[in-house]
């Protein structure tokens, strides 16, 4: 019984190492633009890297109940998520490619079009509803867009906001 037990162990802990294996690069650099991390040079993004780790562990205990599931759609979960309950640690931009957005933008963002989730399920994921997502995920391409302002003496760097953003689904007035 022991070794029939080992031996699902060690079948278990092979394919995950195949599934990390394919799609750890890519699930790390979903991370490295949820943290706002760059990723140059490399080690730069320890935060990335550790918010990946925690989510390869849960989806490595939740391996087995997989059952025909795709394993990459629950660690993009996983990885989400722990951004979203983690975010506030990522506040502070760190010169990666989406440091002007916020967290929620980012996350919105590297979500629908980096990752190509849909609307309905980004919404689902995150507890939003769709026109929420829409707004910011419209409002983050909209930063991105955006050129740049570059910070005066005794000024702050810009990034990307003139004041205080309206409310969601309202319009602004120039």
């Known amino acids: 019984m022991a070794e029939r037990a080992t031996h699902r162990d060690r079948l278990r802990a092979l394919e995950f190492e195949a599934f990390v294996a394919g799609a750890g690069g890519r699930l790390l650099h979903t991370a490295t633009l949820l943290t706002g991390e760059p990723?140059?040079?490399?080690?730069a993004y320890a935060r990335a890297e550790r918010l990946l780790h925690a989510a390869l562990a849960r989806t490595y205990a939740d391996w087995d109940g997989l059952r025909?599931?795709?394993?990459?759609?629950?660690?993009r979960r996983e990885l989400a998520l722990r951004f979203a309950?983690?975010?506030?640690?990522?506040q502070r931009p760190r010169g990666g490619a989406l440091d002007r957005l916020t967290p929620v933008e980012r996350l919105v963002l590297v979500l629908r079009v980096y990752e190509e989730v849909g609307e309905e399920q980004t919404a689902a994921l995150l507890g939003l509803p769709g026109d929420r997502i829409r707004a910011v995920c419209a409002r983050a391409v909209a930063t991105l867009r955006a050129p740049r302002r570059?910070?005066?003496?005794?000024?702050?760097?810009?990034h990307g906001t003139a004041g205080p953003r309206p409310a969601p689904g309202s319009r602004a007035t120039p």
């Not at 990723?39 to 080690?43: E, L, N, Q």
């Not at 570059?150 to 810009?158: D, E, F, K, Q």
């Open 39 to 43: 990723s140059h040079p490399p080690g």
């Open 68 to 75: 025909g599931g795709d394993p990459y759609d629950l660690a």
């Open 85 to 90: 309950r983690e975010a506030r640690r990522h």
């Open 150 to 158: 570059a910070a005066g003496p005794g000024r702050a760097p810009s």
